[in-house]
T-cell receptor, first 115, second 112 residues
Framework: AQTVTQSQPEMSVQEAETVTLSCTYDTSESDYYLFWYKQPPSRQMILVIRQEAYKQQNATENRFSVNFQKAAKSFSLKISDSQLGDAAMYFCAYRWGGSQGNLIFGKGTKLSVKP | DTEVTQTPKHLVMGMTNKKSLKCEQHMGHRAMYWYKQKAKKPPELMFVYSYEKLSINESVPSRFSPECPNSSLLNLHLHALQPEDSALYLC???????????FGPGTRLLVL
């Protein structure tokens, strides 16, 4: 069975600093996708970044980047120059390439940003 | 444009009521999803529609009845719900069932 584990229930970062959120997953598949979603108190799940397993290059989106270690099955999210608006619940998610849309989510990490 | 809209934003209903949740997207996506999210938990997949056909039903009780009248619209009909069904109901869509999912803002449901 595929699983996603986020070992940090809560994290805190000072504004303008860098923080890394951890995610590990377990799968026997070779074709899969990994995602980080952000859910602020407003509730909407917002896609932060996506990584295809076949790509060796780590995905980046402005201040957000991932460290994708395929052999270690690790997919951490780095947020640089943290802003107050980054405060949210962050979910790591996995989807097998052959699935009909089943996203498997981790339990989430609540990120607080201190001014 | 990655907008998925959901109505209503909030809904309070009694256990004998019948209500419906609505989800709409105009991105030309052909896959749409319903998720249920309890407080401080990740979303749980309920249903997947692909090309207007139900492709996944994650053993959801029959008091939840999905409907996909066309490729832009997804409904979730609710009847005889229980208090434990109170949750945030999220809709998502994607180009097809193997593409990235984009979520709506959700409907907060309270069953009394």
């Amino acid at each position: 069975a595929q699983t996603v584990t986020q070992s940090q229930p809560e994290m805190s970062v000072q504004e303008a600093e860098t923080v890394t959120l951890s995610c590990t997953y377990d799968t026997s598949e070779s074709d899969y996708y990994l995602f980080w979603y952000k859910q602020p108190p407003s509730r909407q799940m917002i896609l932060v970044i996506r990584q295809e397993a076949y790509k060796q290059q780590n995905a980046t989106e402005n201040r957000f980047s991932v460290n994708f270690q395929k052999a270690a099955k690790s997919f951490s999210l780095k947020i640089s120059d943290s802003q107050l608006g980054d405060a949210a619940m962050y979910f790591c998610a996995y989807r097998w390439g052959g699935s009909q849309g089943n996203l498997i989510f981790g339990k989430g990490t609540k990120l607080s940003v201190k001014p | 444009d990655t907008e998925v809209t959901q109505t209503p934003k909030h809904l309070v209903m009694g256990m004998t009521n019948k209500k419906s949740l609505k989800c709409e997207q105009h991105m030309g996506h052909r896959a749409m999803y319903w998720y249920k999210q309890k407080a401080k938990k990740p979303p749980e997949l309920m249903f997947v529609y692909s090309y207007e056909k139900l492709s996944i039903n994650e053993s959801v009780p029959s008091r939840f009845s999905p409907e996909c009248p066309n490729s832009s619209l997804l409904n979730l009909h609710l009847h005889a719900l229980q208090p434990e069904d109170s949750a945030l109901y999220l809709c998502a869509s994607s180009k097809d069932s193997q593409e990235t999912q984009y979520f709506g803002p959700g409907t907060r449901l309270l069953v009394l």
